[in-house]
């Protein structure tokens, strides 16, 4: 649902925010691609509020109530931008190293978090793409020659029917994902 302030900057005809706002003589505004369809519709120009009589067939540009809706628009983009905390809506500026996910600084203190270790966010996102390259540079050199872990594809079929080095392989990368808690992010 739309806050009170967004309301205000909403055309009442499309109930977005106001795209190139005009100013009818009855102080009413509306973008002016809605208003152009709006009187397109209608054999008369007449204002989709009240429906009042327009003087002009050109409206003139409500150019402060543009400016409000520029700035408004670009408010709410930034603030978007910013991830929040589900749980307490403040900012997600550290990193829980314990359980690999951004916590606000309430979540720190709470006693999901007890004497869990923590860094600045944008330290442990550079932290997170350093490794995700590296293991990106180190598939890289094994795909050459249908390598491995530097074994070729004849070592991996000569290993026999009972998986043992298959399993010993897989239970390694589970073991390093887990230590890295998966970095996906």
Not at 75 to 88: F, K, N, P, V
Request: glycine letters at 6%; charged letters at 30%; aromatic letters at 4%.
């Amino acid at each position: 649902m739309a806050s009170r302030s967004e309301e205000d900057l909403c055309c009442p005809v499309c109930q977005e925010v106001f795209r190139d706002p005009v100013l009818l003589s009855c102080s009413h505004s509306f973008c002016k691609d809605c208003l152009k369809r709006w009187w397109i519709e209608r054999p008369t120009h007449e204002c989709p509020v009240c429906k009042r009589r327009s003087s002009k067939s050109d409206p003139p540009l409500n150019l402060a109530l543009k400016n409000l809706c520029e700035s408004f628009l670009q408010e709410r983009d930034q603030r978007a931008s910013e991830a929040l905390c589900s749980l307490h809506s403040e900012k997600l500026r550290l990193f829980c190293l314990d359980h690999q996910q951004p916590v606000c600084h309430i979540c720190r203190d709470s006693e999901k978090h007890t004497n869990h270790r923590f860094r600045p966010i944008d330290e442990a996102a550079q932290q997170h793409k350093k490794e995700l390259q590296e293991t990106l540079d180190r598939g890289r050199g094994g795909q050459a020659g249908c390598t491995e872990g530097g074994r070729g594809a004849e070592e991996w079929d000569d290993e026999g029917e009972d998986g043992g080095s298959e399993q010993r392989d897989s239970s390694s990368f589970r073991h390093s994902q887990s230590h890295r808690g998966g970095a996906e992010s």
